[in-house]
């Protein structure tokens, strides 16, 4: 059973940067798809980022475009979500997730694809 912990969250003011963190308690490896989803309160959850690890594609959120990035460090145990130039429409629960054995396309985009998932970090950006 994998488990998956984020952390990184919290408060900051409009501009500023946070970088979440997802530690996999087995790691990651080829096949799998790594994503953040956000629920902000009153509202769905909203896919930010995906990666492919079998083919190494991205995807961003247009609302994030440019500001988020999605990476993997070097023992592949765990994947940040640098945030740059936040802003209040960012405050929200982020929630990291994981596909297993998914090969030869971007990952999917819906969170009814991923298995498994975080407790969720709070990020809150002030105005």
């Known amino acids: 059973q994998v488990q998956l912990v984020e952390s990184g969250g919290g408060s900051v003011q409009a501009g500023g940067s946070l970088r979440l963190s997802c530690e996999a308690s087995?790691?990651?490896?080829?096949?799998?798809?790594l994503a953040w989803f956000r629920q902000a309160p009153g509202k769905e959850r909203e896919r930010v980022a995906t990666l492919s690890l079998d083919v190494d594609i991205s995807n961003y959120a247009d609302s994030v475009k440019g500001r988020f990035t999605l990476s993997l460090d070097k023992t592949q145990k765990t994947v940040y979500l640098q945030m740059n130039s936040l802003t209040p429409d960012d405050t929200a629960r982020y929630y990291c997730?994981?596909?297993?054995?998914?090969?030869?396309?971007?990952?999917?985009?819906?969170?009814?694809?991923?298995?498994?998932w975080g407790q969720g970090t709070q990020v809150t950006v002030s105005s």
């Open positions: 087995l790691g990651y490896i080829r096949g799998d798809c």
């Open positions: 997730a994981l596909r297993q054995g998914w090969y030869g396309s971007a990952c999917p985009l819906t969170g009814a694809a991923y298995i498994y």
